[in-house]
């Protein structure tokens, strides 16, 4: 089908004209108009209606698994695509457990297809399809921005299938040449905060002086409450030495705990923060210690030994300068067991360990 693009087409404009929303409601784009005036909006239903038979698929079966190769795309694809790559592109913050979460659904995404393209050339049938064009489309900034040489090697077979699709003529005219990248992407929080609209400040009203009588003033201030006497309580906590801080005595060091923890919480743990911290820690002023809950018998239902986990870290808070903790609960309800690693300043534990 020949297409013909329409001139000067503002969006954020055009598409809320009141000629563009009479035939299109939703203003959404792309949408398309046939000279006959038929009116269709949606990327998939588009390409379906200008697509022919072979893109279709050329049998009543093959024409169900394309649409099943779309659905899959729009439904599998996509979501974790994008929760993993817009971020790095500074479109949206970065959430290390939204990321984590879609880096694994990814995976389940690629082990589907390269299982499926273990024996195919194409996803349906043996020219390229509508399932091709849909799902090379949805994969597209995954293997541009974040699918490095390590993350993608096990999936040889849809790699082979994808560096098919993209040196088609078709493809190339509308893709041009697809750099396939090299270093896993990551999140700049610099190029997120030149993405934001700029909020303008309102001008600020001026305020208005009133005069005011420095004798009513010295009327108001009330006189101070006199002190209540300390009761025995009171006096025998007071009497009592103040804690001493633990790490008073040790001498500066040179790694730098809230910056690790930056690169922990908001950017990817193997290939940034990890490094990081092997890179900065400091041998001499800081220890790592390998933790596990003694009583594993007592644990029974997860959300409960959560809860004990959380419990701790908030006892714990004052620690958090000092300190640094990644504790898991492994196992199902009524065989689990708790354990962890702990980072403190100095060799030595603050606190004595309980009986």
């Not at 001139?7 to 203003?27: D, E, V």
């Not at 990551?186 to 009203?205: N, S, V």
């Not at 007071?238 to 730098?256: N, Q, R, T, V």
Request: glycine letters at 4%.
């Amino acid at each position: 089908a020949r297409l013909r693009l329409p001139p000067a087409f503002n969006f954020g404009q055009s598409n809320r004209s009141a000629g563009f929303l009479q035939r299109f409601p939703l203003g959404k784009v792309p949408a398309f108009e046939g000279d006959d005036g038929f009116c269709i909006f949606e990327s998939n239903a588009i390409a379906h209606y200008v697509a022919n038979d072979a893109l279709r698929g050329a049998t009543r079966e093959e024409a169900a698994l394309v649409l099943q190769w779309v659905n899959f795309a729009d439904s599998d694809v996509i979501p974790p695509a994008s929760a993993w790559v817009f971020p790095t592109l500074g479109i949206m913050q970065y959430n290390k457990q939204a990321t984590e979460h879609a880096k694994d659904e990814v995976k389940k995404v690629l082990g589907v297809l390269n299982e499926h393209l273990l024996t195919r050339t194409f996803l349906v049938g043996e020219r390229v399809t509508l399932a091709d064009v849909t799902l090379v489309c949805s994969l597209l900034w995954l293997y541009k921005q974040v699918l490095d040489p390590s993350f993608r090697q096990p999936y040889s077979n849809m790699n082979r299938w994808f560096v098919t699709c993209i040196n088609q003529p078709q493809f190339k005219a509308i893709l041009g040449d697809v750099k396939i990248c090299d270093k896993m992407a990551q999140f700049d929080a610099k190029k997120f905060a030149e993405m934001q609209p700029k909020k303008e400040k309102a001008p600020k009203e001026p305020k208005e002086h009133k005069p005011q009588d420095k004798k009513e003033k010295k009327e108001d201030k009330k006189k101070p409450a006199p002190e209540e006497e300390p009761d025995a309580t009171e006096e025998v906590l007071s009497s009592e030495p103040k804690a001493k801080d633990p790490f008073a005595h040790l001498p500066k060091s040179s790694f730098i705990l809230d910056e690790f923890k930056r690169k922990y919480s908001n950017e990817d743990t193997l290939s940034v923060a990890l490094p990081h911290f092997w890179e900065q820690f400091d041998r001499e002023g800081w220890s790592i210690w390998y933790s596990e809950y003694k009583y594993p018998a007592e644990l029974t239902l997860t959300f409960m030994s959560c809860n004990l986990i959380s419990g701790m870290f908030q006892r714990l808070d004052k620690l958090r300068k000092n300190a640094f903790a990644s504790v898991i609960l492994f196992g199902a309800n009524n065989e689990s067991g708790i354990s962890g690693v702990w980072v403190f300043r100095g060799h030595e534990l603050v606190f004595p360990m309980s009986a």
